[in-house]
């Protein structure tokens, strides 16, 4: 993964994620010794799939197509992903883990957080995850990072720092989490903590994981505790947070 040369945001391309030894070698989970059932939750985190429109201005960096995942919060098939893969997107497509695809709606990206919010126009055939709070990781703990996909996509990573991330394009966070071994599917990834709640959605690739290392690769996640308190507030802006500054993009190697 140190040598990945996608961006972050960007659709993944190609079976790389498949044979990466890093991806490979992660520590998997073991439902045995969880307190929680791990394949229920799995079934919360869907595929997300969006197109933007070809003179979007976000699609030079983005592109127009993009590939990500979304984690089901509401009954009400309320979805909860990152902003940037729903940045000016004309159409939004969810995958559940039985292989439906069901039509969304983008509700909003809140730019301060950089949480995206779509809802699905059909059943997403899985539970809505609680929401827990960034509190219950730590540094130098684990927690699951899970992508769509099931058992095969999820990874037992460790806490490598929370710390402010200050991200020129868009937001701040006082306190964002960093993960690893990194997860080649990171955008809209769930993080869970060990009750099996969720904790942080995925935001970007990273080099810098663990500080004070020169090449320490990773994922940087956006704590689930910062959405909670606007949640009504976002729901109510509805489309308008859609169409205001799109995401410039942050570029790796």
């Known amino acids: 993964m140190s040598g990945i040369e996608e961006a972050n945001g960007h659709k993944p391309t190609g079976l790389t994620h498949v044979f990466d030894p890093a991806f490979a070698a992660a520590p998997k989970p073991d439902p045995a010794q969880l307190d929680f059932d791990l394949d229920v939750c799995l079934r919360s985190v869907v595929a997300l799939q969006s197109r933007a429109p070809d003179d979007a201005f976000s699609s030079s960096y983005l592109g127009t197509e993009r590939e990500g995942n ?24 969810l995958g559940t883990e039985d292989g439906a695809v069901v039509p969304a709606q983008g509700i909003a990206y809140d730019y301060h957080t950089g949480f ?15 929401l827990g709070s960034a509190e219950n990781v730590v540094e130098g703990g684990e927690a699951i990072v899970a992508a769509r996909g099931g058992a095969g996509q999820a990874i037992l990573a460790e806490v490598t720092s929370k ?9 701040m966070l006082d306190e964002a989490i960093f993960t690893a071994p990194p997860h ?27 500080p004070g290392e020169s090449a320490s690769p990773g994922n940087m996640f956006i704590p689930i505790n910062l959405l909670e308190p606007i949640l009504p507030a976002i729901l109510s802006r509805r489309f308008r947070a859609l169409q205001q500054r799109p995401w410039l993009g942050l570029f790796t190697a």
């Not at 979304?70 to 497509?93: C, H, K, P, Q």
């Not at 710390?163 to 937001?171: K, L, Q």
């Not at 009750?195 to 990273?206: A, P």
């Open 163 to 171: 710390r402010e991330f200050a991200g020129y394009w868009e937001y």
């Open 70 to 93: 979304g984690v089901i919060i509401g009954d009400d098939g309320l979805v909860v992903t990152v902003g940037y893969l729903i940045a000016e997107a004309e159409e939004i497509l």
């Open 116 to 130: 995206g919010l779509v809802r699905a126009a059909g059943d997403l055939e899985a539970a809505p995850l609680v």
């Open 184 to 210: 080649p599917r990171w955008s809209g990834a769930a993080l869970l903590d060990g009750t099996g709640q969720l904790v942080g959605v995925g935001s970007l690739f990273v080099q810098d994981a663990t």
